[in-house]
């Protein structure tokens, strides 16, 4: 029985490895989420068999070790035949140690546990791999997303069992990529669903209102090595503050936009676009506006596809000076 199941265990902890492998090699298209969930239950059933099923059976050994030890001091001296010297607590401590096969599953199920919690329903760590978002987020930030902020989902399915905040404009959101959604994206919220969202000559107009833009002193990207300029924007209700980036070179009008949902909602010119935003849907840019594929160029965020709220730098081990919350 205990060699079955060791080269089962081997032959499951090989399956994971080699979807993680061939998922790194990129050979396929990994999901964490699924992988993380899949640990989670493949560690719990062992924990659950390891408590009420392998750990009975190796205390039951150890206790008749002993009973059957204590029977046969007791007949040796009664022969008059002098008593084994046996280590009775080493013997029963071998009984009782855990195969390797279990400390590698069932010993695993709590960390996996916490992390499938922890990541599922309250925060989840990201790394900021491009520029989309300079100067809020710069390449190699470690952030942290809220995931209940916006609402409890399922892992995996990514369906809403409980309701929360709705994604407000400003707020710097995480989703699944549209055409993608086993990407994850990180943009900006500028239009919410019913808002007409005007993106011309560079300038935001959000239902005929523009968005207010300050100068601020140019941003000098370290790892471009060039300035860019730099404005301050406001929220169209004047309640959210931020920065960002345009490339004074740059054309206004929006290059190859690529077939999408509602499309039909969109005006495109050599000014740029309009757009009315769906129902249940969300218009996206990132805050380095000459450099970011974003909602001009594949559409709307449907609801279903919100991964949860960015808010925190933990870590830029280039810069730790990086580390804090963000608008």
Not at 60 to 87: I, M, N, P, T, Y
Not at 137 to 149: A, E, P, R, S, T
Not at 224 to 250: H, M, N, P
Not at 253 to 276: D, H, L, T, W
């Amino acid at each position: 029985m205990s060699g079955t199941l060791s080269t089962l265990t081997a032959f499951v902890l090989a399956a994971f490895v080699g979807y993680g492998g061939a998922w790194y090699l990129g050979y396929i298209e990994g999901n964490f989420a699924l992988l993380l969930f899949m640990a989670t239950l493949v560690t719990g059933v062992y924990w659950l068999a390891e408590r009420f099923v392998f750990l009975p059976q190796r205390r039951q050994a150890a206790q008749d070790f002993e009973e059957a030890h204590q029977q046969r001091q007791a007949e040796l001296s009664r022969l008059g035949v002098k008593a084994d010297e046996v280590d009775v607590a080493q013997a029963q401590s071998k009984l009782l140690m855990q195969p390797w096969w279990l400390d590698w599953t069932a010993g695993l199920f709590p960390v996996i546990l916490v992390v499938f919690l922890l990541r599922s329903f309250l925060f989840e760590p990201f790394k900021i791999p491009s520029g989309s978002m300079i100067p809020t987020l710069l390449i190699n930030d470690l952030i942290l997303v809220n995931k209940f902020h916006y609402g409890v989902r399922l892992p995996v399915l990514n369906i809403k069992v409980i309701e929360n905040n709705s994604p407000q404009r400003g707020d710097v959101m995480v989703f699944r990529y549209p055409p993608k959604p086993s990407l994850d994206y990180i943009k900006r919220v500028v239009g919410v669903p019913g808002d007409e969202v005007a993106y011309l000559n560079k300038q935001i107009t959000v239902n005929g209102k523009p968005v207010s833009q300050q100068a601020l002193p140019d941003f000098f990207d370290a790892d471009a090595l060039r300035y860019s300029k730099q404005f301050e924007e406001r929220t169209a209700d004047g309640s959210r503050k931020y920065r960002i980036l345009v490339e004074a070179d740059r054309p206004a009008f929006i290059p190859a936009a690529e077939q999408f949902k509602f499309k039909e909602n969109c005006r495109y010119s050599s000014e740029g676009m309009v757009c009315k935003v769906p129902p249940g849907h969300y218009f996206m840019l990132g805050d380095n506006r000459d450099n970011s594929l974003d909602s001009r160029f594949w559409g709307f965020v449907p609801e279903e596809n919100i991964v949860g709220k960015a808010f925190f730098v933990w870590m830029n081990f280039g810069n730790l000076k990086r580390i804090g919350s963000f608008d």
